[in-house]
């Protein structure tokens, strides 16, 4: 049966309730970080239901079915544990509770109190007659599913009685008939699938917690102050008022519990409860003891009570409810019923549901002991895992029951290790940041000088007296100034006026072939043709054009020779390499003509001097 439902959607991943589970039936798998409730391995003892900080874990819920077995034709009884009388402190008298369940609609209501009274009987003649063999009391359907499922070679050691629920349920029946629909309320999630577990007279068809009750008299607004008193319906419990104490169930069958003559251990509570069964399994010839086990502290703190409520007023609250009772109480009446209902069937067998996994290997262990900083760790432990010790943690990782994040030093030393991690990394993205931002700003200078130079040479190209033209490895026009323009004539000014600098035009388009084809040679070999005389509409260029980017850019000066400034300047520099040839030669020959050479030189410099010396021609 499924106990226990987790609402993802409110989950938060806390795993409270994954720490909180004795057996593990809570998991968060490999590639989730969400609870997944196993089941099979569940033992409804409700540890995971009041741990979880936003109310994500709840246990199945039995006010449907009770209402419509109220609804139905037939008659209902209602079984009430007697713990009730700690569950509600609020309600003044119990007979105003009684009322309230009656006015409900339930036909009959009991108290489980006496089916108590014949359980404690059945314990009474088992200890008494001792036969060299220890039992552990099934009352607690906790602790009977814990042996089922994890101590099955203790089954045999179980009690072989039925809980008190069940016994009450077959007295009830054989009071109305066994048609009669039985509803047991009381503190316990786990009796909800222990009904199950019986059919016939002992079949219980719904269970209600108390807090399940609490919300049915809410939704049909029943309140103390709106009822009259009304009792319990016959048979009435004697000392089974005490049960939801944990020693309640030895009082009732007359066990000897003083320290010298004391035949049986009582235990209560999670943690004993767990380490109990395991000592009674390791060593039971040396406890020499039967043990009373109950998963909560009695049926006094179960997860289906109120949890507002203390442990010390709850007892004190039941040890009043008992003495009031029992002032007036007809022990004559309950004899009668005691041998009445003597031969209802009290015994039980139990169902072997071995939920063990297979024991890591010790090498596995130690592995995963040492994974999360804990080797050699077989007994300590800080329990903030939900384990016992750290090796018990380890088994459990080995078996897929856990993972190493569970373990709280690992996970805060991952974490920590983490944040060191993203604070280098941060450290180093700030730093890379300072030099992006850094390079950044060189950038924009060197983006800027590089914008004013590209400025200044644009300047300069276009005021550049000779034609100039500056072209990519396509003959594309880059850039070219308005005296290139003008050498190309009026179609390529038409051009220009549209597209400034005539950027990105065909140079084949604008020059003859012997012209472009400077430009192709210069990209081509990378090298530089400087002073190459070409004709040109009917006029003589001298051109130079120069490799500005290997194979990629090339740029090229045009003079015309036609103009005077350039002409003169031309025949200035053509006289000059003539000199220059010509004093090499001489200087050769200086040394054979000596002073010769310097008289050749002057009358040289004297003709250059002279012809610059004349006019322009208009």
Same mark, same amino acid.
């Given at each position: 049966?499924?106990?226990?439902?987790?609402?993802?959607?409110?989950?938060?991943?806390?795993?409270?309730?994954?720490?909180?589970?004795?057996?593990?039936?809570?998991?968060?798998?490999?590639?989730?970080?969400?609870?997944?409730?196993?089941?099979?391995?569940?033992?409804?003892?409700?540890?995971? #239901?009041?741990?979880?900080?936003?109310?994500?874990?709840?246990?199945?819920?039995?006010?449907?079915?009770?209402?419509?077995?109220?609804?139905?034709?037939?008659?209902?009884?209602?079984?009430?544990?007697?713990?009730?009388?700690?569950?509600?402190?609020?309600?003044?008298?119990?007979?105003? /509770?009684?009322?309230?369940?009656?006015?409900?609609?339930?036909?009959?209501?009991?108290?489980?109190?006496?089916?108590?009274?014949?359980?404690?009987?059945?314990?009474?003649?088992?200890?008494?007659?001792?036969?060299?063999?220890?039992?552990? *009391?099934?009352?607690?359907?906790?602790?009977?599913?814990?042996?089922?499922?994890?101590?099955?070679? #203790?089954?045999?050691?179980?009690?072989?009685?039925?809980?008190?629920?069940?016994?009450?349920?077959?007295?009830?029946?054989?009071?109305?008939?066994?048609?009669?629909?039985?509803?047991?309320?009381?503190?316990?999630?786990?009796?909800?699938?222990?009904?199950?577990?019986? +059919?016939?007279?002992?079949?219980?068809?719904?269970?209600?917690?108390?807090?399940?009750?609490?919300?049915?008299?809410?939704?049909?607004?029943?309140? +103390?102050? *709106?009822?009259?008193?009304?009792? /319990?319906?016959?048979?009435?419990?004697?000392?089974?008022?005490?049960?939801?104490?944990?020693?309640?169930?030895?009082?009732?069958?007359?066990?000897?519990?003083?320290?010298?003559?004391?035949?049986?251990?009582?235990?209560?509570?999670?943690?004993?409860?767990?380490?109990? !069964?395991?000592?009674?399994?390791?060593?039971?010839?040396?406890?020499?003891?039967?043990?009373?086990?109950?998963?909560?502290?009695?049926?006094?703190?179960?997860?289906?009570?109120?949890?507002?409520?203390?442990?010390?007023?709850?007892?004190?609250?039941?040890?009043?409810?008992?003495?009031?009772?029992?002032?007036?109480?007809?022990?004559?009446?309950?004899?009668?019923?005691?041998?009445?209902?003597?031969?209802?069937?009290?015994?039980?067998?139990?169902?072997?549901?071995?939920?063990?996994?297979?024991?890591?290997?010790?090498?596995?262990?130690?592995?995963?002991?040492?994974?999360?900083?804990?080797?050699?760790?077989?007994?300590?432990?800080?329990?903030?895992?939900?384990?016992?010790?750290?090796?018990?943690?380890?088994?459990?990782?080995?078996?897929?029951?856990?993972?190493? +994040?569970?373990?709280?030093?690992?996970? !805060?030393?991952?974490?920590?290790?983490?944040?060191?991690?993203?604070?280098?990394?941060?450290?180093?993205?700030?730093?890379?940041?300072?030099?992006?931002?850094?390079?950044?700003?060189?950038?924009?200078?060197?983006?800027?000088?590089?914008?004013?130079?590209?400025?200044?040479?644009?300047?300069?190209?276009?005021?550049?007296?000779?034609?100039?033209?500056?072209?990519?490895?396509?003959?594309?026009?880059?850039?070219?100034?308005?005296?290139?323009?003008?050498?190309?004539?009026?179609?390529?000014?038409?051009?220009?006026?549209?597209?400034?600098?005539?950027?990105?035009?065909?140079?084949? *388009?604008?020059?003859?072939?012997?012209?472009?084809?400077?430009?192709?040679?210069?990209?081509?070999?990378?090298?530089?043709?400087?002073?190459?005389?070409?004709?040109?509409?009917?006029?003589? #260029?001298?051109?130079?054009?120069?490799?500005?980017?290997?194979?990629?850019?090339?740029?090229?000066?045009?003079?015309?020779?036609?103009?005077?400034?350039?002409?003169?300047?031309?025949?200035?520099?053509?006289?000059?390499?003539?000199?220059?040839?010509?004093?090499?030669?001489?200087?050769? !020959?200086?040394?054979?003509?000596?002073?010769?050479?310097?008289?050749?030189?002057?009358?040289?410099?004297? !003709?250059?001097?002279?012809?610059?010396?004349?006019?322009?021609?208009?």
């Amino acid at each position: 049966m499924k106990l226990i439902n987790i609402d993802l959607e409110k989950c938060n991943c806390t795993h409270a309730c994954i720490r909180a589970c004795p057996v593990k039936a809570i998991q968060a798998k490999k590639n989730s970080e969400y609870p997944e409730v196993n089941h099979q391995r569940c033992i409804g003892c409700g540890s995971c #239901l009041h741990v979880c900080p936003v109310e994500a874990v709840s246990n199945i819920k039995s006010t449907d079915a009770t209402l419509e077995l109220l609804k139905s034709e037939g008659k209902t009884a209602a079984i009430v544990d007697p713990s009730i009388s700690g569950e509600f402190p609020d309600i003044t008298d119990y007979r105003k /509770f009684v009322e309230m369940i009656r006015k409900l609609g339930f036909d009959y209501i009991n108290e489980v109190s006496f089916g108590v009274d014949l359980v404690a009987r059945e314990y009474h003649k088992l200890f008494s007659n001792f036969k060299g063999k220890y039992y552990i *009391t099934a009352n607690c359907p906790s602790v009977v599913s814990y042996v089922e499922k994890f101590f099955p070679e #203790l089954i045999q050691n179980l009690s072989p009685i039925i809980n008190p629920m069940t016994a009450t349920a077959k007295v009830v029946r054989k009071q109305h008939g066994e048609k009669l629909n039985v509803v047991y309320i009381g503190p316990c999630v786990s009796a909800k699938d222990e009904a199950l577990r019986h +059919e016939g007279t002992g079949r219980v068809d719904a269970c209600l917690t108390f807090g399940e009750l609490r919300e049915l008299f809410k939704d049909a607004d029943i309140k +103390e102050s *709106t009822v009259e008193y009304s009792d /319990f319906d016959q048979p009435i419990g004697y000392l089974g008022s005490l049960y939801p104490l944990s020693k309640g169930i030895v009082a009732a069958a007359d066990i000897e519990d003083s320290l010298l003559g004391k035949k049986i251990f009582t235990v209560d509570g999670k943690v004993n409860m767990l380490e109990a !069964i395991e000592e009674f399994n390791d060593s039971t010839e040396l406890l020499k003891k039967h043990l009373n086990v109950f998963y909560n502290e009695g049926c006094l703190m179960g997860p289906g009570t109120t949890q507002t409520s203390k442990k010390y007023f709850r007892k004190s609250l039941v040890i009043d409810y008992a003495q009031k009772r029992l002032q007036n109480f007809d022990k004559k009446a309950w004899k009668e019923n005691m041998d009445y209902f003597s031969d209802i069937d009290l015994s039980r067998e139990f169902i072997n549901d071995d939920q063990r996994l297979p024991m890591p290997s010790e090498e596995k262990i130690e592995e995963i002991l040492k994974s999360v900083g804990k080797e050699g760790s077989e007994s300590s432990s800080c329990s903030a895992c939900g384990f016992r010790s750290c090796q018990d943690f380890a088994q459990a990782v080995g078996q897929g029951l856990s993972k190493p +994040e569970a373990c709280l030093t690992y996970s !805060i030393k991952n974490k920590q290790e983490y944040i060191k991690t993203l604070k280098s990394k941060n450290d180093k993205l700030r730093k890379q940041q300072n030099n992006y931002q850094e390079n950044e700003k060189l950038l924009k200078s060197e983006n800027q000088k590089i914008k004013t130079r590209s400025d200044t040479i644009a300047a300069m190209l276009h005021n550049l007296p000779s034609a100039a033209v500056i072209v990519d490895e396509k003959l594309k026009v880059i850039e070219s100034n308005n005296s290139f323009v003008n050498i190309l004539g009026d179609d390529a000014q038409l051009i220009n006026d549209v597209i400034p600098g005539l950027i990105g035009a065909d140079l084949k *388009t604008l020059l003859p072939y012997n012209i472009y084809n400077l430009f192709h040679y210069v990209l081509q070999k990378d090298e530089n043709i400087v002073g190459r005389d070409v004709n040109f509409n009917d006029g003589l #260029l001298n051109i130079s054009v120069f490799s500005l980017k290997s194979n990629k850019i090339a740029g090229a000066v045009f003079r015309d020779m036609y103009v005077a400034e350039v002409r003169q300047e031309e025949i200035i520099h053509r006289v000059s390499e003539v000199i220059d040839e010509n004093l090499h030669m001489v200087q050769q !020959i200086a040394f054979s003509l000596g002073e010769g050479a310097s008289k050749t030189e002057k009358m040289l410099n004297s !003709i250059i001097e002279t012809y610059k010396r004349i006019k322009k021609p208009e």
